[in-house]
T-cell receptor, first 115, second 112 residues
């Protein structure tokens, strides 16, 4: 049973560019959350998607946007990249209903470096 | 803002029990406590979660105080592979609006 798959694993972008990160949730999961983890810090919640809608959003600017597709996969888009956007971006999937047997399953992340 | 406080680092001898404390004094009545660990900047790995009762699974035990203001994660027989950053997390919200609020975590070093 495949877990959460994220692509690409590593990415280098130039300041001012735009980037798209992708996530396929664990089989059977319908909710996707995105987290940003700066070096040496705990992950910070960006937003969560369920039924193709953004349900919750953390304290991140509008440069960060996302999308969820009918097959539950998701994309994270970041516009006008800043050096401070360099981080590990984690995708987590879960079952959006009240039943949460094992919590959230995380992918291995995408390491984004902005130069 | 994080809702949990953990010691930044701890050591444990291989084969001994590792007891990792967590303070979550502002937790609300319907908020779950989750524990995850992260090895070498891989994705966080689920360990255990609970609401008010003590929980045990094949990886660990979770002891939650009666007032729910603190908890302890117990790894009964630590191995070198348990060296990792351990996050005590409060899950805010429920169902499809729940989110995990991470703190800084505890770096556990298991020594031979």
């Amino acid at each position: 049973d495949a877990g959460v798959t994220q692509s690409p694993t590593h990415l280098i972008k130039t300041r001012g560019q735009q980037v798209t990160l992708r996530c396929s949730p664990k089989s059977g999961h319908d909710t996707v959350s995105w987290y940003q983890q700066a070096l040496g810090q705990g992950p910070q919640f960006i937003f969560q998607y369920y039924e193709e809608e953004e349900r919750q959003r953390g304290n991140f600017p509008d440069r960060f946007s996302g999308h969820q597709f009918p097959n539950y996969s998701s994309e994270l888009n970041v516009n006008a990249l800043l050096l401070g956007d360099s981080a590990l971006y984690l995708c987590a999937s879960s079952l959006g209903a009240l039943y949460i047997p094992y919590g959230y399953t995380f992918g291995s992340g995408t390491r984004l470096t902005v130069v | 803002d994080a809702k949990t406080t953990q010691p930044p680092s701890m050591d444990c001898a291989e084969g001994r029990a590792a007891n990792l404390p967590c303070n979550h004094s502002t937790i609300s009545g319907n908020e779950y406590v989750y524990w995850y660990r992260q090895i070498h900047s891989q994705g966080p790995q689920y360990i255990i979660h609970g609401l008010k009762n003590n929980e045990t699974n094949e990886m660990a035990s979770l002891i939650i105080t009666e007032d729910r203001k603190s908890s302890t994660l117990i790894l009964p027989h630590a191995t070198l592979r348990d060296t990792a950053v351990y996050y005590c997390i409060v899950r805010v919200g429920s169902g499809n609006t729940g989110k995990l609020i991470f703190g800084q975590g505890t770096t556990l070093q298991v020594k031979p």
